[in-house]
């Protein structure tokens, strides 16, 4: 048996491999796509250009203009002489927010009032204009504390009033990076894409070149066949993630906390699914061109439904039970827990046995249709 299973490895690896095309598909172009996914896929935002409309012209407006300006999230790219101007500059894309104090800015805050400013933003892109808009409160919120202080100093040594602060911070990721939050998932993602679109072409190939029927005579059984077509690309997913983990720790110092030996148990699981839902495509298409269809058919909602772009949780509770059979889903937690968190067997294990049961369920279905197709 072993010496079956050899020879339909080597030959599996001589045909993936003897294209010098085929070797830069599988290692260098996961590496190029993490780079551009490492700076691409950041929605973190920074000097937002941004209009000012200080109608108040003071020491105090012009303080606290600073505070936006110098924070980093803002970049102050254009004065307005009148409100007129607040649309056009936005209908033209001048600008992406406007911050307008009116007059008497300095006199409500000397006099202790409150003092309104607005904040104008291009709501086009909601999910830039909610981060920006959360930016903003929390330079307001720090510049009306240090008002605060500084106004009870000069009343005649009085104590301040009584207030209540909050101070929070963000555990595993304390500046909030989301390049961290997503370049553990791209590798997910890289990954399952390789394994399924290598696999589904595995066996659909062989009856293309008609070299089919020759290996159903030969002395090779059904299962060392089926061994012998994933676990090449089983290897070369484990090479892919070992590559892809070492360029985002030391490219974009993406902290790794936990334990190889977890991620790659991990993965491992994670490539049963993956090339069971490979072999299974392939033994279903007659083509490899469909079979690449039927592959792309099955990823897009595999991501979509994966938390990799939006919150499971916000799903509607069928579509969050039907999450339960996609493997990219738990394999997301277990490579963010391992990377930012430093979790082990101890807690990942559910999701490891939901990946264990789909493998075994996955390429016994594959198993079972080949056997139908081939008997």
Do not use: C
Not at 82 to 97: H, M
Not at 341 to 355: A, D, I, R
């Amino acid at each position: 048996m072993f010496e079956r299973l050899r020879a339909m490895l080597r030959k599996e690896f001589i045909q993936v491999l003897r294209d010098p095309r085929m070797r830069a598909v599988l290692v260098v172009v996961p590496l190029f796509q993490v780079i551009i996914f490492g700076y691409a896929v950041n929605t973190d935002v920074r000097g937002v250009h941004l209009g000012l409309l200080d109608l108040d012209n003071t020491p105090a407006s012009r303080a606290f203009v600073a505070a936006f300006t110098g924070s980093g999230y803002f970049s102050a790219t254009r004065d307005l002489a009148s409100p007129a101007e607040t649309v056009a500059l936005l209908d033209r894309g001048t600008v992406r927010a406007v911050l307008r104090l009116d007059s008497g800015f300095q006199r409500d805050l000397d006099a202790g009032r409150t003092a309104h400013v607005q904040l104008v933003l291009d709501g086009t892109d909601s999910n830039t204009a909610s981060i920006v808009m959360g930016y903003a409160s929390r330079i307001v919120a720090t510049y009306g504390r240090s008002v605060l202080v500084e106004h009870a100093g000069r009343t005649l040594g009085a104590a301040p009033p009584p207030s209540l602060s909050m101070a929070s911070r963000a555990w595993f990721n304390p500046n909030l990076d989301s390049r961290f939050y997503f370049l553990p998932a791209v590798i997910a993602l890289l990954v399952m894409v390789i394994s399924i679109i290598l696999s589904s072409m595995a066996i659909v190939r062989e009856r293309e070149i008609g070299t089919m029927e020759q290996i159903m005579v030969s002395p090779i059984g059904r299962m060392e066949f089926i061994l012998g077509k994933t676990l090449p690309f089983a290897l070369i997913g484990f090479l892919d993630t070992a590559l892809i983990s070492v360029l985002a720790t030391f490219w974009f110092r993406v902290p790794f906390l936990g334990s190889p030996l977890v991620l790659f148990v991990a993965t491992g699981l994670y490539l049963m699914s993956t090339l069971g839902v490979g072999l299974f495509i392939s033994t279903i298409s007659r083509t490899q061109q469909q079979a690449m269809m039927t592959a792309f058919f099955f990823m897009q909602p595999a991501i979509l439904l994966s938390g990799f772009i939006y919150p499971i949780a916000n799903m509607p509770r069928p579509v969050q039970w039907l999450t339960f059979l996609n493997p990219l889903r738990y394999f997301l937690v277990i490579i963010r827990g391992v990377f930012l968190k430093g979790t082990g067997f101890e807690v990942l294990w559910p999701q490891m046995l939901g990946l264990l049961v789909l493998g075994l369920a996955l390429l016994g279905l594959a198993t079972t249709q080949f056997r139908k197709t081939s008997g």
